[in-house]
């Protein structure tokens, strides 16, 4: 499985985003696909989850209630909207692939990748 990610840009506070991740590979319907983020100094964070099938998604407490992720296994792709952007929300934005049947939702860290797509920048401006 390949990911590409897209969608990052530039935003002021209280705007919108919506990121895509476009996978390649057949099986791509079989993996559960997370969104994480990077801040500049700082650790590697998860952001959000969903199921394989798009029937549970899970959230960080931080972006609960802005953030909205989907998938369209049709087109292969997972979707990230966000919401009421923050300046604090300023990453790099990741989306990554494991394998469903290796995971216990809603717990997942990066340990349980399997496939990891290259980010995509997000900067809000206050």
């Known amino acids: 499985v390949q990911l590409q990610a897209s969608g990052g840009g530039l935003v002021q506070a209280g705007g919108s985003l919506r990121l895509s991740c476009a996978a390649s590979?057949?099986?791509?319907?079989?993996?559960?696909t997370a969104w994480f983020r990077q801040a500049p100094g700082k650790e590697r964070e998860f952001v959000g989850v969903?199921?394989?099938?798009?029937?549970?998604?899970y959230y960080a407490a931080p972006v609960q209630g802005r953030f909205t992720i989907s998938r369209d296994n049709a087109k292969n792709t997972v979707y990230l909207q966000m919401n009421s952007l923050k300046p604090e929300d300023t990453a790099v934005y990741y989306c990554?692939?494991?394998?469903?049947?290796?995971?216990?939702?809603?717990?997942?860290?990066?340990?349980?990748?399997?496939?990891w797509g290259k980010g995509t920048l997000v900067t809000v401006s206050s």
């Open positions: 990554a692939a494991a394998l469903e049947s290796g995971l216990r939702l809603p717990f997942i860290t990066g340990d349980d990748i399997d496939y």
């Open positions: 590979g057949r099986t791509f319907s079989s993996y559960a």
């Open positions: 969903i199921s394989s099938s798009g029937g549970s998604r």
